[in-house]
Nanobody
Framework: VQLQASGGGLVQAGGSLRLSCAAS????????MGWFRQAPGKEREFVAA????????YYTDSVKGRFAISRDNAKNTVYLQMNSLNPGDTAVYYC???????????????????WGQGTQVTVSS
């Protein structure tokens, strides 16, 4: 499965962006879609994930209440709505697909099988 991430850009602090991640084909078995980010000089970190079927969502503490992950089955697309952005959110954002992930491992990058190319999000102060 190939993933195509889009929607990044430059936004002022307090602003919003919506990232999209389109999958090349539908995945019928259970899976999780996640968003990760990587700032310069830092490790890739977990942001959010959604499990399917069921739609259970997971977030890192720093984005809870500001970010929302969702999916559109008909479009094979996962979204990350990002509100109240701050300069600390500046990073390259990556989407990822994991076909067999246990809940305890859903925040680990190595749990995921396919990755999108990344989209830059820059938040100015």
């Amino acid at each position: 499965v190939q993933l195509q991430a889009s929607g990044g850009g430059l936004v002022q602090a307090g602003g919003s962006l919506r990232l999209s991640c389109a999958a090349s084909r539908r995945t019928f078995s259970g899976y999780a879609m996640g968003w990760f980010r990587q700032a310069p000089g830092k490790e890739r970190e977990f942001v959010a994930a959604i499990r399917w079927p069921g739609g259970t969502t997971y977030y890192t503490d720093s984005v809870k209440g500001r970010f929302a992950i969702s999916r559109d089955n008909a479009k094979n697309t996962v979204y990350l709505q990002m509100n109240s952005l701050n300069p600390g959110d500046t990073a390259v954002y990556y989407c990822a697909l994991g076909l067999r992930i246990i809940t305890s491992a859903i925040r680990r990058p190595l749990s995921y099988d396919s990755w999108g190319q990344g989209t830059q999000v820059t938040v100015s102060s």
